[in-house]
């Protein structure tokens, strides 16, 4: 089962840390028209980003500006609970992916993002005490009320997706995973190939490796910072970082980069890496760089 009619913005704007960007209403919303303007509608949220801030944070731009609604798909995403100091029952660190607490935080996102409905919703991280029946459940509930249009997984192994999917009766559209040149499991544990039998497109987050390939200081950082930096001169591009979002998009399950970035010089150099192409021998120089070795 697949849904090859569901499709993002080829670049997704990510909201992660917006509480840390520290930004004046007029500043969010400023940043929020910059990706519109520039074709990126998908808005990528979670509950509980920013220690639940995110989302109120960003649905203020939208009480402020209500038909910005209409230009863009949100995504939000659920299931992770972190112990809460001071509080006896949020006591530890754990996942919760049983009907009820789905329903609650997709209807919390819904108030706290100021629209009707979520355009897409993920189970943020595979859970070991997963009920497959029960996330079903939840899904149907949240999709026969008109809260959430579509749905899908965040992190999770072939295994996992298909088990999953195998309760429903409706595609899942997406898994959205760790992607860069320093966390390469997704291509070689059968998650992207998963991606491409079922013709749905992953969502790739941390592409830049968390900042590490940019500043790390350790070996692997400095040989693939080297080598960025030939491709970036062989390709004409601005900087490594538009070869690496060249590098995320070149694999064949057309991963869709997330920005995680609040800076627009930054959104619009990440934007303008859908003009630097790579060969092979360019993809693969950077994939030998990463692992240190040869392929077989």
């Known amino acids: 089962m697949s849904n090859t009619s569901f499709t993002l913005s080829e670049f997704i704007g990510g909201f992660w840390r917006l509480a840390d960007w520290q930004l004046s209403l007029n500043e969010r919303r400023q940043l929020v028209e910059t990706y519109l303007e520039h074709g990126v509608s998908a808005m990528d949220h979670a509950d509980i980003y920013g ?3 995110c989302e109120q944070l960003f649905g203020e731009v939208l009480k402020q500006a209500p038909h910005l609604r209409q230009e863009m798909i949100l995504i939000s ?6 112990a809460i100091m001071g509080d006896a029952s949020r006591y530890v660190n754990h996942y919760d992916t049983g009907r009820d607490h789905i329903i609650h935080s ?13 355009d897409l919703l993920l189970i943020h991280r595979p859970d070991p005490l997963m ?3 029960e996330v079903a459940d939840a899904f149907n509930t949240l999709r026969q009320s008109g809260k959430v249009r579509h749905f899908g997984v965040s992190n999770f192994t072939p295994a996992q997706f298909s088990l999953l999917q195998s309760r429903l009766d409706f595609a899942l559209v997406t898994n959205q995973v760790e992607l860069s040149p320093v966390a390469m499991s997704v291509i070689h544990d059968g998650t992207l190939d998963q991606c491409q039998q079922l013709r749905i497109r992953p969502m790739a987050w941390s592409c830049l490796g968390g900042g590490a390939l940019m500043t790390g200081s350790d ?8 080598v960025l930096e030939l491709i970036k001169e062989q390709t004409g591009a601005a900087d490594i970082s538009q070869v690496i979002y060249a590098w995320v998009r ?4 057309k991963p869709y980069p997330i920005i995680g970035s609040g800076q627009q010089a930054r959104i619009l150099s990440a934007l303008a890496s859908d003009k630097v192409k790579l060969d092979r021998q360019q993809w693969f120089s950077i994939w030998q760089a990463s692992t240190g070795h040869s392929v077989p």
């Open 51 to 53: 220690r639940y801030q």
């Open 77 to 82: 995403k659920c299931g992770i609970k972190p």
């Open 106 to 118: 997709a209807e919390r996102s819904l108030a706290n993002l100021a629209t009707d409905h979520l």
């Open 131 to 133: 009920d497959a029946d």
């Open 219 to 226: 070996e692997r950082a400095v040989r693939l910072r080297s």
């Open 250 to 253: 070149m694999h064949p399950s």
